[in-house]
């Protein structure tokens, strides 16, 4: 089955430093890539979509500045919270289609951030 | 934009039949998909329907029914490892081809 790995798993950070997730799809190539964020038993909340090799879209409300994406390859998108604060402190999940018209979306398991 | 409302929170026993509704609001509307998440885990697909009518997948169901913008996940032979969050997410035109999700509801199965 196509499966999604992120790194790191759980990262806690001072406020005002930048972190980096990785998200890679392991035995599939993604053409599109979407982060999720998610809060304590919240639903997950698109932030913005990734094609590979392009510009992300981001959803209304989310910073692009503060969040920057990178799709780098058909395998590879990077998340990095830029400044961050304790309200980004967050579970943030990744997701790849295999096509943007996909319905099926393979999430990977998620990175805890904890903003200290 | 797109809507889905389904119920917060259902408990139930072993073997039990749960049923988690889904109503949306949408225009384009493509799909209902069907994800379950365990506390701290990432969600997994369950289910895709694009056409009214039921589809089964071993003790899941799903339902759809376009003309009320309505679905349903059918729980069956409930498991104390069926204990998780079931999101609806709805495939739209309108959205970019992007899923929106529902709010999720907690099914907590009980001995």
């Given amino acids: ?116 | 934009g797109q809507s889905l409302e389904q119920p917060s929170e259902v408990t139930a026993v072993e073997g039990a039949i749960v049923q988690i509704n889904c109503t949306y609001q949408t225009s384009g509307f493509y799909g209902l998909s069907w994800y379950q998440q365990h506390d701290g885990g990432a969600p997994t697909f369950l289910s895709y329907n694009a056409l009214d009518g039921l589809e089964e997948t071993g003790r899941f169901s799903s339902f759809l029914s376009r003309s009320d913008s309505y679905g349903y996940l059918l729980l069956q032979e409930l498991q104390m490892k069926d204990s998780a969050s079931y999101f609806c997410a709805v495939k739209a035109r309108a959205a970019g081809n992007k899923l929106t999700f529902g709010g999720g509801t907690r099914v907590l199965v009980k001995p």
């Fill in chain 1, 1 to 116: 089955g196509a499966v999604v790995s992120q790194h790191p798993s759980r990262v806690i950070c001072k406020s005002g430093t930048s972190v980096k997730i990785e998200c890679r799809s392991l035995d599939f190539q993604a053409t599109t890539m979407f982060w999720y964020r998610q809060f304590p038993k919240q639903s997950l909340m698109l932030m913005a979509t990734s094609n590979e090799g392009s510009k992300a879209t981001y959803e209304q409300g989310v910073e692009k500045d503060k969040f920057l994406i990178n799709h780098a390859s058909l395998t590879l998108s990077t998340l990095t919270v830029t400044s961050a604060h304790p309200e980004d402190s967050s579970f943030y999940i990744c997701s790849a289609a295999t096509s943007g018209g996909a319905y099926e979306q393979y999430f990977g398991p998620g990175t805890r951030l904890t903003v200290t």
